[in-house]
């Protein structure tokens, strides 16, 4: 009889609601109705989040009148990529396994499609051991290989 001490309390309560029961709509009138302060708050964009944005300004895109786009990778730069995959006998899903990349993202490397990100390009080069680094200059790409040989390609603007 030692645990019941006449000196201690034991209190008895319920638990508290559950996140997900806090959340629910229920919940919710319920403590409006009851007085208490209630906040909430909503997710934004939360079904668009995506793992490589584009950091080129958008909004000053937008805001030109003239016909504007982003710049797309090169198909010279594309064509060095697949080479490289196929001489380390990869697959598109073998390297965007091996980069932890999608396969789409590098499908739309090699065809022209996507819009350069250094980490992705980075990320490709070491996979495939070869320089994949370009710059542009107005109307040229300044093209950098594995032996640090410069090519100049004209790209016609659209």
Known sequence: MAE???????VLRKKGPTAAQAKS???????????EEVQTTKKWAAGQNKQHLV????AKLDRETEELHHDRVPLEVGKVIQQGRQEKGLTQKDLATKINEKPQVIADYECGRAIPNNQVMGKI??????????????????Y????NHMFIFYHEQV
């Open 4 to 10: 019941s001490d006449w000196d201690t309390v034991t």
């Open 25 to 35: 709509k229920q919940a919710i009138t319920a403590a409006q109705r009851r007085g």
């Open 55 to 58: 950091t080129k300004n958008t």
């Open 125 to 142: 080069e070491r996979a495939i051991g070869k320089s994949v680094i370009f710059f542009q200059n107005k109307n040229y790409y300044y």
């Open 144 to 147: 950098l290989d594995s032996v």
